[in-house]
C-alpha cells in the first residue's frame, strides 16, 4: 500500500507541475502576435497535455482509487475524505477548461484575454491547498 501512496503522491506532483504551467503558456500564447510563436507555444502546449499533464492525472485518479478502495470504509466515513474527493472533481474540471482552452488558441480564437488566463493560471493553488490540508491535518468538526 505504502508503494501505491508513493506513486500516487508522484503524479500528483507531476499533475500538479503540468496545470500550474500549461495556463503559463496561455498567457504568453494570447499575446503573442506573430505566427511562428503561435505555432511554437501550440506545440508545447499540446506536448506538455498530453505527454505529461493528462497521463499523470489519469495515474494519480487511478492510484488514488485504488487507495480509496483498500480502505474504503474508512475513508468515506469521514467528511474531509468526501470534501477532498470534491476538490479532486474540480480539479478534474480545470484540467477540462485548459483543454478546451488549448483548443481555442490553436484555433485562433481570442475569446479570453492574457489577464483572464493570469487568474485562471492561480485557480490550482487553492486546490491544492485544500487538498493538501484536507489530507494531511484531517480536521474534525
Not at 13 to 18: A, E, N
Not at 43 to 55: Q, Y
Not at 57 to 66: N, P, Y
Request: with cysteine; proline share 3%; hydrophobic share 55%.
Amino acid at each position: 500500500m505504502l508503494w501505491i501512496k508513493a506513486f500516487h503522491i508522484v503524479f500528483v506532483v507531476c499533475w500538479f507541475s503540468g496545470l500550474f504551467y500549461l495556463p503559463r503558456l496561455f498567457v504568453y500564447h494570447s499575446t503573442s502576435q506573430d505566427q511562428i510563436s503561435k505555432d511554437r507555444f501550440e506545440i508545447m502546449e499540446r506536448k506538455l497535455f498530453w505527454g505529461i499533464t493528462t497521463p499523470s492525472a489519469i495515474a494519480t485518479v487511478f492510484l488514488g482509487g485504488w487507495l480509496l478502495i483498500l480502505n474504503w470504509d474508512y475513508f468515506m466515513a469521514w467528511w474531509w475524505m468526501q470534501a477532498k474527493l470534491g476538490l479532486v472533481a474540480l480539479l478534474i474540471t480545470y484540467h477540462v477548461y485548459c483543454w478546451l482552452y488549448m483548443k481555442k488558441l490553436r484555433e485562433d480564437s481570442k475569446t479570453e484575454t492574457h489577464v483572464f488566463f493570469r487568474i485562471f493560471n492561480e485557480l490550482p493553488v487553492f486546490l491544492l491547498v485544500g487538498i493538501v490540508i484536507l489530507i494531511v491535518v484531517k480536521p474534525t468538526l
